[in-house]
């Protein structure tokens, strides 16, 4: 037989060594590259053999394993093996697999072994099978485990959260109406107008802490559902300005609009205007007084483009890569000593996944930063 080029070749070769071949599309998710073996048939569906398939579904062992491929320098063509682990196929049938990762310039591959013959006759293989079985049964009970107090955890902060909006609200409510009695700031003591001053302060603080940590809980819980309709960025962004006021002008902030009048985008309204708000409120926070913040529209034929620049204190390299992680350790004041929550960024990310838009930021320290959400055309 003749075959067209070494790819051909190489796939035949792995499929008579009972090898299953996958290519690395994102995360989990695995192609397979060659002719599939028999033995991959009772655990996957042939039909679906053709398709994008998250192979830790199918082989959860490798839930472990993928990680620490993707971790891999690929610099160096990393090659890494998996212990021998069992799984068992639809037919009930007790399988030795093992897998090999190659992390080739960037491109990951794995490669599942089926185990049989002379094998099977091996004492210690089958001992190091069942080890591995057992360890991966422990990992999928401590992550459901894990999973359960999770959902709690945020069970729990959505109800608290809840409970003190109405409180603390008041709290803030009564303050202001006491600063902005002149009457009362002429006739109270400096030592008493301070103490309203700071639990004024202190007070819009947590409620702003605790509007984050409801916004985030629900999140994390689902506990929304898109009500999708066609927005004007111009108008939301408007309104958001308004609403922000009192903010920019403490600094003395120019806040540039830049928006084409019909630029609209299918979203949820509140939780859109959530995260918008919350990337200009962080763009407020770390620019500078008499700084700069400017809000664009643009796009082209794939995509709606909405991009919030600020010319503030940027982002360190380090705190870029987990900026979205929903809370960032290294968060700090901002220019005018704004504390945050660091949950901000996070809840913009899990509101922009939910639309199926994505986010992306460029910064540099002492230059400032430009996030840049963008909408697919098909969805806008």
Request: charged share 30%; net charge negative; with cysteine.
């Amino acid at each position: 037989m003749i075959y067209k080029d070494k790819r051909d070749l190489h796939a035949v070769l792995l499929q008579q060594m009972d090898i299953a071949a996958f290519e690395c599309e994102e995360g989990n998710i695995f192609r397979l590259i060659n002719p599939a073996p028999d033995w991959i048939n009772a655990f996957i569906q042939p039909t679906l053999l053709s398709e994008k398939i998250d192979i830790s579904q199918y082989f959860p062992y490798l839930e472990i394993f993928i990680p620490q491929l993707q971790e891999t320098d690929a610099v160096k063509n990393v090659r890494i093996y998996s212990d021998i682990w069992t799984e068992k196929n639809e037919a009930g049938e007790e399988k030795y697999l093992q897998a090999i990762g190659l992390n080739l310039k960037e491109d990951l591959y794995l490669l599942i072994i089926s185990h049989e013959g002379s094998l099977y006759k091996h004492k210690e293989l089958l001992q190091i099978g069942r080890e591995n079985k057992l360890a991966t049964e422990k990992i999928k009970r401590a992550k459901e485990e894990l999973e359960r107090l999770l959902k709690f955890k945020n069970q729990f902060v959505s109800i608290v959260s809840h409970d003190l909006r109405s409180p603390v609200s008041s709290v803030v409510s009564i303050t202001n109406m006491m600063l902005a009695d002149e009457e009362f700031k002429e006739n109270v003591g400096e030592i008493y107008l301070d103490f309203v001053e700071n639990v004024n302060k202190d007070m819009k603080l947590l409620l702003e802490y605790n509007e984050k940590l409801y916004y985030w809980s629900n999140l994390q819980l689902g506990k929304f559902n898109l009500d999708l309709k066609m927005l004007n960025l111009k108008e939301m962004i408007s309104l958001i300005r308004s609403r922000l006021e009192k903010k920019t002008s403490e600094k003395n902030i120019s806040l540039v609009i830049k928006i084409d009048d019909n630029f609209s985008f299918r979203a949820d309204e509140s939780l859109i205007m959530q995260a918008l708000t919350n990337l200009v409120v962080n763009a407020i926070k770390f620019t500078p007084p008499n700084g700069r913040i400017e809000i664009r529209s643009k796009m082209d034929a794939n995509n709606k483009f909405v991009e919030i620049s600020d010319n503030g204190v940027g982002i360190k390299a380090e705190v870029l890569s987990k900026l979205f992680s929903g809370y960032v350790k290294e968060h700090k004041s901002g220019t005018n000593g704004e504390m945050g929550t660091g949950l901000g960024l996070g809840i913009v990310k899990r509101i922009l996944d939910a639309h199926d838009f994505r986010i992306e930021v460029d910064s540099e320290v002492n230059k400032g930063t430009t996030f840049s959400i963008i909408i697919p055309a098909k969805t806008a």
